[in-house]
Structures are given as structure tokens and as C-alpha cells.
């Protein structure tokens, strides 16, 4: 069973941020500096458990060019087991939830890995590639009002 809950507590926070660190800085190269930022405390985040086990994050925030959905990452040994797709359900679910939120355009910088996944949920590549931390990613917008 999975379960993704919106994080309030602080050890909540560092269990995601040891996933993101597991995930982005140790599998991917990401430098750990470019992985944390400035919007840690601005934005709203989620972790998801796989029968109890902590195994998934992600995060959303307000932007001026809309609401950024970033941040998800999977242990890999939960890939493939419907983790992505139950934060990803969750993140939107709670965005529908904020009043602000209506009429925003949803966007993501989706690794070409995720894309399909991001697809699922109605998000659809715009413009060219880009690099982002060596990874190779494509803006993804899901127009307002989609369900």
C-alpha cells in the first residue's frame, strides 16, 4: 500500500531530504549545493511511504510563471511499484486544494526518464531540450482546469 502525505513535522523533512540526497546527489551527481535551495521553507512538501517504509518525495511551489511541481524522486528500489505516480496524484490533489492556485499553469523540469510518467497526468513537453545539473530535461506544462 502507498501512502503520500502532505510533510508537517521536521523529521518528516529530513527523511525526504536523505531520499532526495540518496537519489539526486549520490545516483545522479547532482551537486548537493544545487540540490537544496532557497525555496526549501517556501514550498509545500510530500513524502510517500511504500507499506509503511519511507520511499518517495516531492515538492511544489509558486513561481511568476506559475506553480513549479519538482523535486520528486523515488528510491530505486521502489521504482516501478507506483510510487512516482501516487506523489505525483498527491501533489496535484493538493494544489487543487489552494484557492491561489486556480487558473495557474502546473509546470515541471521532467528528467527525459520521467516523461512518461509526467505524461500520464496530462503534462506535455514545450520547447527544446535543456541540461539542468548534466541530466538532460524537458519543460513540462499541464494547461489549467485538467482534472
Known amino acids: 500500500m502507498i501512502e503520500v502525505i502532505h510533510i508537517t513535522q521536521p523529521q518528516h523533512q529530513e527523511i525526504a531530504y536523505r531520499i532526495r540526497e540518496t537519489v539526486f546527489v549520490h545516483e545522479q551527481q547532482v551537486p548537493a549545493n544545487a540540490e537544496y535551495d532557497e525555496f526549501e521553507t517556501s ?21 511568476d510563471k506559475g506553480i513549479k511541481l519538482e523535486r520528486f524522486a523515488v528510491l530505486k528500489e521502489f521504482r516501478g511499484r507506483c510510487v512516482g505516480s501516487a506523489l505525483v496524484r498527491a501533489v496535484l490533489a493538493d494544489i487543487q486544494l489552494q484557492p491561489v492556485a486556480q487558473g495557474k499553469i502546473l509546470y515541471l523540469h521532467g528528467q527525459l526518464s520521467a516523461m ?18 548534466n541530466i538532460q530535461h524537458f519543460k513540462m506544462i499541464r494547461k489549467p482546469g485538467l482534472a
Open 116 to 133: 512518461p510518467l509526467y505524461r500520464k497526468f496530462g503534462f506535455e513537453p514545450v520547447g527544446d531540450m535543456f541540461e539542468e545539473c
Open 43 to 63: 514550498s509545500r512538501h510530500f513524502l510517500a511511504f511504500a507499506d509503511g517504509i519511507p520511499c518517495g518525495t516531492a515538492r511544489w511551489r509558486y513561481t
